[in-house]
């Protein structure tokens, strides 16, 4: 596994300097879902820090059989509202807001835990019926009234675009993304930073990267084929 680590490292540094950015700026998110804690805990030893999960269930029996391990856990998957509390109780990060019911939820929960939860907003990049996340159009809003919650920070913005072979079909799509990342930073709403955009997976993380992803969330690449 450390040999696969270092190659996709690897790959994100030379996508980074291609694209003349800092390698630094883009983080991994190992994408664990489906893979036992002994997985997560040999990524760990070779240096990985930050964990993805898509389901809270799955994430909780993880976590907890590896909180010895000094990491960081991002939740990536659809995240139901009433699953909102176990998700402020267990990451840092939450990349999937996509809904103000589902901010206020998130709000309410980090409150009752004298937290504020760092949140992305996913936004549905190709308007897929299949797909979470706010249209464009619904995106300035949605920062706007999440913004006015004590106990959330929105650190910036998710997406997933369509399925594709090649990599370089999916670059359009991480390219608006990062348009609309630097219209909302424009528009200067307090509690708002728009410093994060995650984008990329095992498929076309080197086109994200080249279009300004700060986080790439990578699984199969890593782990192997899903379990």
């Known amino acids: 596994m450390k040999g696969r680590i270092q190659k996709i490292q690897g790959r994100i540094e030379a996508a980074a300097l291609r694209a003349g950015r800092d390698p630094a700026a883009v983080g991994l998110v190992a994408v664990s879902k489906t893979h036992p804690a002994e997985a997560v805990r040999e990524a760990a030893a070779a240096g990985l820090t930050v964990f993805g999960e898509n389901y809270v269930q799955e994430a909780r029996d993880k976590i907890e059989a590896l909180s010895d391990l000094d990491v960081s856990w991002h939740f990536i998957g ?23 019911k589902l901010a206020r939820e998130i709000d309410k929960q980090a409150a009752k835990r004298g937290k504020v939860q760092d949140v992305l907003i996913q936004v549905n990049i190709a308007d897929e019926p299949t797909k979470s996340g706010a249209g464009e159009d619904e995106l300035e809003a949605l920062c706007r009234e999440a913004a006015g919650f004590e106990n959330i920070r929105i650190r910036g913005l998710m997406t997933m675009p369509p399925f594709f072979d090649e990599p370089e079909k999916a670059r359009p799509f991480f390219a608006a993304l990062r348009r609309m990342r630097d219209h ?20 076309d993380f080197e086109a994200a990267v080249e ?8 699984g199969t690449a890593i782990f192997g084929e899903r379990q």
């Open 78 to 100: 659809h995240l139901q509202s009433n699953k909102a509390k176990y998700a402020v109780r267990w990451f840092d990060l939450i990349h999937s807001v996509d809904s103000v």
């Open 184 to 203: 909302i930073a424009g528009l200067g709403i307090e509690g708002v930073s728009m410093d994060a955009l995650s984008m990329g997976m095992t498929g």
């Open 211 to 218: 279009e300004g992803a700060t986080w790439v969330r990578i």
